[in-house]
């Protein structure tokens, strides 16, 4: 999400952009029923195929000309600059999914992703529409609308005991990714900090409020 005043895309544009990012939620969906070892290894070819084409186009005139024709209008002005050689969101997802499932549990990894895909959704579409009040480096009503949803996708998303302790567990570490959603702006990808943020802190909370589950890879009911 950028602040309400950035017009680098216009309204339509962040539209399709969530459409095509909303296709991500499938990753910690079909994770769900897959083993970490086949998640990854289709995951981080992805990622590794992703990178490698996304850096092509700063350096390969044919293969850019041929990548801003068909993505470009996907691309926010950052994405786009020759200098810094950013890389696109959907890089950074793929990037994001695969180190996610390699170091989080499965249930803290589908929690953190589905809050990335879902929250981003909501404080991107609701902080450039109706954003007003500024709060950090964003909009207060994005950042709201990201926690929101975000604690619908806590209601939602599979437990391993699905007490009490584990919804609040959730509900902070959402907090703090809403945090890290909106100071992300400018010097880091928050399809990186999102995840990492709320996976972090939830298995720091289950260690300290729940001591005597054992939170392993694959530890999710089926």
């Given at each position: ?12 544009n962040e539209l399709l952009r969530k459409a095509i990012h ?48 068909f993505f470009g209008f996907m691309l926010r002005d950052h ?97 703090v990714g809403a945090i890290a959603e909106n100071v992300s ?38």
């Amino acid at each position: 999400m950028t602040p309400t005043d950035n017009g680098s895309i216009d309204y339509k544009n962040e539209l399709l952009r969530k459409a095509i990012h909303l296709c991500s939620l499938s990753i910690p969906v079909i994770y769900y029923f897959l083993t970490r070892e086949l998640a990854l290894t289709v995951l981080i070819p992805l990622a590794v195929l992703s990178l490698v084409l996304d850096l092509s186009r700063y350096f390969f005139p044919p293969f850019s000309k041929f990548f801003y024709m068909f993505f470009g209008f996907m691309l926010r002005d950052h994405e786009k600059n020759d200098k810094k050689k950013t890389l696109n969101g959907a890089t950074y997802v793929l990037i994001s999914a695969a180190l996610g499932v390699y170091f989080f549990p499965k249930v803290i990894f589908i929690t953190a992703f589905a809050t990335l895909i879902v929250g981003d959704i909501a404080a991107a579409l609701i902080g450039r529409k109706f954003g007003k009040h500024k709060f950090l480096f964003k909009s207060l009503e994005g950042t709201l609308s990201f926690f929101v949803s975000a604690c619908v996708v806590v209601f939602i998303a599979p437990k391993i005991e699905g007490n009490i302790t584990e919804y609040l567990i959730g509900i902070i570490a959402v907090a703090v990714g809403a945090i890290a959603e909106n100071v992300s702006y400018g010097w880091a990808d928050d399809n990186l900090t999102i995840p990492i943020s709320i996976g972090v802190t939830m298995w720091v909370l289950y260690t300290v409020m729940m001591p005597n589950i054992p939170i392993i890879l694959e530890n999710v009911p089926m």
